[in-house]
């Protein structure tokens, strides 16, 4: 299953095209190959992007946060 963020990511990297198919310059079956080529090079650099950013994610079974306990603070202006 191709997912829709990498059909997104083709059509944004095939986007020159479409617009010189829309001027007339090119024909649509250029278009579409140019379209079916960007789709695994699209889900290659998704795919790379993910890997990359998978680990910074907060580790399960952590809290969200320091533990932070209240000490009461000695007033240095008392006299």
């Known amino acids: 299953m191709i997912r829709p963020s990498v059909l997104l990511f083709a059509l944004l990297m095939s986007a020159p095209a479409l617009y010189r ?9 250029e278009v579409l190959i140019r379209f ?3 789709v695994p090079i699209a889900a290659l ?3 790379g992007l ?20 209240p000490t009461p603070v000695n007033d240095v202006h008392q006299a």
């Open 45 to 47: 650099l998704l795919a």
């Open 21 to 29: 198919y829309v001027l007339d310059q090119v024909d649509l079956t």
């Open 36 to 38: 079916v080529i960007a």
């Open 50 to 69: 993910r890997f990359v950013t998978a680990g910074y994610g907060r580790p399960e079974g952590k809290p969200e946060g320091t533990p932070v306990t």
